[in-house]
């Protein structure tokens, strides 16, 4: 009787593992593919832009005689200030990432531990008391407070760095 009870509760607890558990690791695992991605692309691009710009200036000012030395300066300015908030927007959003995915493995560690507890309350005690089930609630509330700002604020930065450009490129007009 115990044999076929603990057999039944181990038959429960794989199922629940591969319905509950496995989903929240394997987007954990696409969400830290994301991370690096995004990273890479957004630099990349800001980069371009404002690094672009900004290494054209010296040609275009021996090109055209309309543009003064102080507003090529002035445009250089912009620029830089674009390429650091593309730098600062990659970082920021690599970090919102990063915590995104610590998120979802803390998910699927609280899954675990909840379908632990649910198949072997007698192993593993009640589910507020589990100290491995609490430190995994934990976890999700923290990453849950980082991902809250630095989402905002990867977007900010990054749509700073195109107004840079733009502002930089309007000065040269």
Known sequence: MADDNHRRNL?????????HVEPMYARAAVSLGHAVSYAQIGLKWAFLLNGGALVALPP???????????????GA?????GIICAGVCS?????NFIKHNGFLTSCGERELWTVLIQNF??????????????????NI??????????FPVGILFGIASYFMFFFGSMKLV
Do not use: C, M
Request: proline share 2%.
């Open 91 to 95: 970082v920021v959003s690599y970090w």
């Open 77 to 81: 300015i912009w620029f830089v200030i």
């Open 141 to 150: 509330e923290k990453a849950s407070s980082h991902i809250k700002w630095s």
């Open 60 to 74: 275009l000012s021996q090109i055209t005689e309309k543009i003064s030395s102080s507003d090529i300066r002035v």
């Open 11 to 19: 038959e429960n607890y794989y199922r629940d593992i591969s319905v």
């Open 121 to 138: 309350p007698d192993k593993y005690g009640k589910l507020e008391e589990n100290e491995n089930y609490i430190k995994a609630k934990n």
